[in-house]
């Protein structure tokens, strides 16, 4: 489980003849991971060609993806399974239906074009509605020219200036005008209203009373919608009759096309091919006697078995570059699984190294559940968690999510109930285990935290020195256990430090560190053990001699890591005071007798809360993975691992028979 | 209600002091890291766990804060 899953790198040879069933089978078998075709050096090999109908498959693909978009999304009814038969069968009328949505489509397009067009042509007309002129007469008079358009301010006096023989129509406070003068002043005219920033208007090519026009226009715009709606309610019945077929297809055809273009990842001379690819170990037996039943025995196929780099011996032995290493399988258990994203999220381990999830899976849970602390807004992450599933059905990520949100939420609900006592910040349990409040218990609680980080970070180091030794590097080995006992130096000194706290730090005293002596040596009024000094020494000892004197500067870091763990104490403690403030201040308004200020009193209670929650929430989720990211894997994590894509389907709308 | 003593007073400000001014430290520090990390997550949404960790590498300063806080209270 600390491993990701052993790879056995699977060459397949077979005639040219039976490729075709070892792509069926290989597909449905779902296990390889294809590496990219390595042309053979001597030429005789040449790259795999599709399959024939690759590209009618790809078209038709496209069809239906296009179609799919199209419709209106509605809540999947998954109790239809639709058999691989059935759609082949039915293809053509699931391309039918395809063309009618896209059809449909299409002609929707058309009249919102033309809806457009007609909008464009009122919007012309608009402003000359308010004009109790005929649309002719802008430009059929013989004796008189009009001027229409917008001024910078009314013309009324200028006009005046030059004649009375004018008819002037204004709107927009005289600022857009409709003029007209007597031709043999128009040069004037012009010139006067060039002053005045004239630009024209360009009036449609119309006759008639605007008005009338507009209405016209409007009727055929209304008329257009109408049409709209009609189309809209088809694809509407198009969508609930056949998603579900669509999406079938969708599923049948995209396999159509991934095994009709699988041969480009082979090689192949005339008579036969080549494929290489990545099979977990345990899955070999498998794809050997699938493939000799497919084909007849006429397929071989070569198994070779790689062990993660760490454990070969020698230096670097069969290839390294990128492509040529074991792709990643992470192999956790159901509870632990959804964490898989939050170490996804950082980089995906490296084929042979530890993967971490399953310390990430307990460790988060355990920090937010100490950072929250409270059995309400435990249950409220639970719900939240819970509906976020039932909304992201089809997302594994953010159902992953959820997941990470519920287990989260339980955590922080047990804690609530047991240590602190709270829901909401309003105590609940009759006899919590502390009291957040109480500033010994903080104290203590500040230390506890600390001896987590030692374990957290201890099992880090562990995975580290695992690793060295795995791969027989013993100078980094022993660095690895110079830092481990630098490590339990430094908490042991914080914990000496904090013996004396009541309740949590003398316990601690008493039950983990019961091993050093009483001795101690006073620095700077601090009573530091003996053998704090002496481990943070002989760690800094064994750092000087593998890794040279900058590790002096790197152990003031990881100091600087175990304190960060004081966080955890931090949040829970800051979350239940704001919790417990909110609660105080905005109680008495809530029992008040005047219903105005019960209801105002409520209402801000409840959005504090929600406040509250969401702080608490984020904070505490964000804390415990920085803890990981940085803290945790920092000390030992490599990443960059490739992800294990296994050619095949993961079905959802079909099944195979 | 007895008044506490100066001492005390005097107290609770260091305290405060020094929470309050590593918390100021660690978003001056933040800001700059969290804006590069923001830009560089639109780039590339690969980037979130790195610029995460990035962004929260400041926060030791206000967790020392804490620490001393908790040291001066604690010796008063």
């Known amino acids: 489980?600390?491993?990701?899953?052993?790879?056995?790198?699977?060459?397949?040879?077979?005639?040219?003849?039976?490729?075709?069933?070892?792509?069926?089978?290989?597909?449905?078998?779902?296990?390889?991971?294809?590496?990219?075709?390595?042309?053979?050096?001597?030429?005789?090999?040449?790259?795999?060609?599709?399959?024939?109908?690759?590209?009618?498959?790809?078209?038709?693909?496209?069809?239906?993806?296009?179609?799919?978009?199209?419709?209106?999304?509605?809540?999947?009814?998954?109790?239809?399974?639709?058999?691989?038969?059935?759609?082949d069968s039915s293809m053509k009328s699931v391309m039918d239906t395809v063309d009618e949505i896209l059809t449909t489509y299409k002609e929707k397009q058309s009249l919102l074009d033309r809806i457009r067009y007609y909008e464009e042509r009122r919007a012309e007309l608009m402003p000359l509605s308010a004009f109790p002129v005929k649309l002719e007469h802008y430009r059929d008079l013989e004796s008189v020219v009009a001027f229409v358009g917008n001024v910078s301010r009314p013309v009324d006096e200028e006009m005046l200036k030059i004649t009375s023989r004018f008819e002037l129509y204004s709107n927009d406070g005289g600022r857009f005008i409709a003029l007209f003068v007597d031709r043999r002043f128009t040069s004037d005219v012009r010139t006067m209203l060039s002053l005045l920033e004239f630009k024209e208007f360009r009036v449609p090519e119309l006759s008639g009373n605007s008005i009338d026009r507009i209405v016209e226009i409007e009727g055929q715009i209304s008329e257009l919608r109408k049409r709209i709606d009609g189309l809209d309610i088809r694809i509407a019945t198009l969508s609930a009759k056949s998603s579900d077929l669509l999406n079938a297809a969708e599923e049948t055809v995209s396999a159509d096309v991934s095994k009709a273009e699988a041969p480009l990842h082979f090689s192949v001379t005339e008579r036969e091919f080549v494929a290489r690819g990545w099979v977990p170990s345990e899955d070999i037996e498998r794809l050997t006697s699938a493939l000799s039943a497919a084909s007849g025995g006429k397929i071989f196929v070569d198994v070779e078995v790689v062990r993660p780099a760490s454990e070969q011996k020698g230096p670097e032995t069969s290839g390294n570059s990128p492509d040529d290493s074991p792709p990643v399988k992470l192999r956790n258990v159901s509870v632990s699984k959804p964490f898989e994203l939050l170490v996804r999220l950082f980089s995906l381990p490296s084929y042979g190294e530890y993967d971490p999830t399953i310390v990430v899976a307990i460790t988060f849970a355990l920090f937010v559940g100490l950072m929250i602390n409270d059995l309400g807004y435990g249950i409220l992450m639970v719900v939240l968690g819970y509906i976020l599933i039932l909304y992201f059905r089809d997302s594994r990520d953010m159902k992953q999510l959820a997941y990470i949100l519920i287990i989260s939420g339980v955590a922080g609900a047990i804690f609530g109930y047991f240590v602190f006592g709270l829901a909401f910040g309003f105590p609940v349990s009759p006899r919590p285990l502390l009291n957040p409040s109480d500033f010994s218990v903080a104290e203590g609680l500040l230390l506890l935290c600390i001896v987590v980080g030692l374990l957290h970070m201890g099992i880090g180091y562990g995975f580290s020195l695992s690793e060295c030794v795995a791969g027989r590097e013993p100078r980094k080995a022993l660095s690895s256990a110079g830092w481990i006992a630098v490590l339990l130096g430094f908490v042991t000194m914080l914990a000496g430090i904090g013996r004396h706290n009541q309740p949590i730090g003398k316990l601690i005293w008493h039950y983990l560190f019961f091993w050093v002596s009483g001795s101690s040596i006073t620095f700077s009024m601090m009573a530091i053990p003996d053998y704090a000094v002496i481990l943070v020494a002989a760690g800094l000892a064994l750092l000087i001699a593998t890794e040279g004197a900058f590790a002096l500067l790197e152990s003031i870091s990881l100091l600087a890591n175990v304190i960060s763990y004081a966080r955890l104490a931090a949040i829970a403690i800051a979350g239940a005071a704001l919790a417990g403030a909110i609660n105080t201040m905005l109680m008495p308004?809530?029992?008040?007798?005047?219903?105005?200020?019960?209801?105002?009193?409520?209402?801000?209670?409840?959005?504090?809360?929600?406040?509250?929650?969401?702080?608490?929430?984020?904070?505490?989720?964000?804390?415990?993975?920085?803890?990981?990211?940085?803290?945790?894997?920092?000390?030992?994590?490599?990443?960059?691992?490739?992800?294990?894509?296994?050619?095949?389907?993961?079905?959802?709308?079909t099944v195979e028979r | 209600m007895v008044a506490p003593d100066i001492g005390q007073g005097l107290i609770a400000i260091g305290a405060g002091l020094a929470i309050g001014l590593t918390g100021i430290a660690t978003g001056i520090a933040e800001k700059g890291i969290g804006a590069a990390a923001v830009g560089a997550i639109a780039e590339n949404p690969s980037f979130f766990a790195r610029g995460l960790i990035m962004t929260v590498i400041p926060e030791t300063i206000v967790i020392f804060g804490v620490a001393i806080a908790f040291l001066i209270l604690g010796s008063g």
């Open chain 1, 589 to 653: 308004r809530s029992f008040s007798a005047n219903p105005a200020m019960f209801i105002a009193g409520l209402f801000l209670l409840v959005v504090a809360q929600i406040f509250v929650f969401i702080m608490l929430t984020l904070s505490a989720g964000l804390q415990a993975l920085r803890l990981n990211y940085i803290e945790f894997f920092i000390k030992f994590f490599k990443g960059g691992g490739r992800a294990y894509k296994p050619f095949g389907l993961s079905r959802k709308y």
């Open chain 1, 1 to 87: 489980m600390l491993k990701p899953v052993e790879m056995s790198k699977v060459t397949i040879i077979g005639p040219t003849s039976s490729l075709a069933a070892t792509v069926e089978s290989l597909h449905s078998l779902n296990i390889i991971h294809f590496t990219e075709a390595g042309l053979e050096s001597d030429g005789i090999f040449s790259e795999g060609q599709p399959m024939e109908g690759a590209s009618d498959f790809s078209s038709q693909l496209l069809r239906i993806r296009a179609a799919k978009q199209l419709l209106v999304p509605h809540r999947e009814t998954s109790a239809v399974r639709y058999t691989e038969q059935d759609i």
